[in-house]
């Protein structure tokens, strides 16, 4: 019984070691201190990108301390991180995403404004957050096949992929395959047929995929650079299975009081990124060997920091 | 990007991103140092203690193993739950895993200084202060030495996982080579900093390890 004791007594004192140690913050560390602005990316290149603009944007207008959490694993655990304080800002939250998977309704797919404006309204209200007005892009999720493909079987539209479905072998995005609302269960019931094969991959490897013959159709986001470098064709949504995906910086309502500087700064990128824009710094880190930070510098020099664009 | 080779894509990154890529090779180096010098500071008093108290020595290095034993990504996570996503969760994890090395390797060292010497420090008439101070530190330096080194190569490695925690480092280059078209070079380019940046500090400590034994002078 005395042995037992010893062990937690010693076990205790290693985690309170360990705890103790977190408290403090590191010099030359952002990111360990407490009055640090913690920007949540996932790992998606367009994520990594605006998540470093964010951050140059916040370190040329104030003095204040960033950090990125980088690589989170999906827009939930993002969510997560926000909702429990484990960060401050998300680099770029999608309002069809937000509704179907985080406030669990369905979306109305015609219309754009009603989904974007129920979404503002219940972050606000439900989890203290603010969703800022749009980037100026929306990403979606598209089917894509090569032109070879879309020639031999004559595609245009997801329709009429139905005949040739059972023969098709797919690459999908994984979380995709498990979500509600606008998830693969749901894309069966909308469209009527499921594909033969479906492989779950993680999304930046699909475009190679199908690229190099591995698959005969990928699901992938219309934002992604290497649509355009490797001249994939997109599959028309005829039936409007996707819901309209605008995306926009989110961030706390505790982050936005406690730094009143903040909001002016992230208002200075509202409508400024378009579909292009997006497409082009993606294929810039995607295949030009461009890390997301340098690409994020180099877009806001050239736009000298959104200067004189605050209201 | 395709009309180039391996080595010249890797040429061509560290061009483009040399500034990126050194300020994650100095916050990978830095969040392992601070694991390794906590560690320090707490397992060195401890392996001294043990040593001299050896009735304690089973149990406590036990605990370590214990700790040791746990595969690192499971660490990583188990910690990130009580103290969330960032850097602090990896300092932590490293802290955990430098332990062992430091507390089994100065309790070695300590326990390996002769007892002949220590009786005939004691017949000079030293306090037990100045027989660790003058006799068994400086005696056993160069042990200790060898498990800060241990501690510091195993640490570089575990700080490459924190990227899945969002800690950055030289990690985060490594996955976004995964995610890449074509991230042959990318992967190359986050992992030969990582690699050489153990074998220099392997390197180096080794260098002080041998200048700080008294024997070899």
């Known amino acids: 019984m005395r042995k037992f004791k010893k062990w937690i007594l010693g076990i205790i004192a290693t985690v309170a ?68 304080n484990q960060a401050d800002i998300s680099s770029i939250r999608f309002t069809g995403t ?67 479905a059972s023969k098709l072998t797919v690459g999908l995005d994984q979380t995709w395959l498990e979500r509600k609302g606008d998830g693969y269960d749901d894309f069966q019931k909308l469209y009527g047929y499921k594909f033969g094969n479906t492989y779950p991959m993680q999304i930046g ?4 995929a199908l690229e190099s013959g591995k698959m005969d159709a990928i699901l992938g986001y219309s934002t992604d650079g290497r649509i355009g470098s490797y001249d994939l064709k997109i599959l028309k949504d005829d039936r409007n299975f996707f819901p309209p995906y605008n995306a926009s910086a989110v961030a706390t309502n505790k982050v936005l009081k406690e730094h009143p500087q903040l909001k002016p700064i992230l208002s200075r990128l509202n409508g400024k990124i378009d579909l292009k824009t997006m497409q ?32 | 990007m395709a009309h180039m080779n391996l080595l010249q894509q890797l ?41 001299h108290h050896s009735k304690l020595s089973a149990e406590v290095i036990a605990i370590a193993n214990v700790i040791q034993t746990v595969p690192s990504l499971a660490m990583l996570s ?4 009580g103290l969330g996503l960032g850097v602090n969760t990896v300092i932590v994890t490293v802290f955990l895993y430098a332990l062992l090395p430091i507390i089994k390797n100065t309790y070695t060292g300590m326990r390996n200084v002769s007892p002949s010497i220590l009786d005939s420090g004691k017949g000079m008439g030293m306090t037990r202060w100045q027989i660790l101070r003058m006799v068994e530190l400086p005696l056993s330096l160069s042990v200790i030495m060898a498990g800060l080194r241990n501690a510091l190569v195993l640490a570089i490695g575990i700080t490459a996982i924190g990227t899945f925690v969002g800690a950055g480092g030289l990690g ?44 070899q002078k």
């Open chain 1, 98 to 164: 937000d509704l179907t998977t985080i406030l669990g309704e369905t979306a109305d797919r015609g219309n754009v404004k009603a989904t974007d404006d129920k979404v503002r309204s219940q972050f606000n209200s439900k989890y203290h957050m603010t969703y800022f007005p749009s980037y100026g892009f929306a990403d979606t999720y598209a089917f894509m096949v090569t032109q070879k493909t879309a020639k031999k079987y004559h595609l245009n539209s997801i329709s009429d992929m139905k005949k040739v």
């Open chain 1, 17 to 84: 070691s360990g705890v103790l140690l977190a408290g403090c913050g590191f010099p030359g560390l952002s990111g360990s201190s407490s009055d640090t602005v913690r920007i949540a990316s996932q790992n998606t290149t367009e994520q990594q990108i605006m998540a470093y603009v964010i951050q140059d944007m916040i370190q040329h207008y104030s003095k204040l301390n960033t950090t990125i959490i980088n690589n989170l694993g999906s827009g939930t655990v993002s969510f997560n991180a926000l909702k429990n």
């Open chain 1, 280 to 311: 082009n710094l993606n294929y810039k880190v995607d295949n030009n060997l461009v890390e997301p930070e340098v690409v994020a510098k180099q877009f806001l020099e050239q736009h000298n920091y959104f200067e004189g664009s605050d209201k």
């Open chain 2, 172 to 215: 985060d280059i490594i996955i976004r080579g995964t995610n890449a078209t074509n991230g042959g070079a990318i992967i190359l380019a986050g992992a030969l900093p990582t690699a050489l940046m153990a074998i220099i500090s392997d390197t180096v400590l080794a260098w002080i390890e041998k200048r700080a034994d008294p024997t």
């Open chain 2, 11 to 51: 040429g061509y990154y560290y061009q483009q991103n040399g500034a990126y890529v050194l300020s994650q090779f100095t916050r990978h180096f830095l969040i392992s140092i601070y694991g390794v010098l906590f560690a320090a500071i707490i397992g060195i008093p401890i392996g001294i203690f043990i040593a």
């Open chain 1, 205 to 208: 490897l699909v475009y190679d």
């Open chain 2, 78 to 81: 188990i910690i990130m739950i």
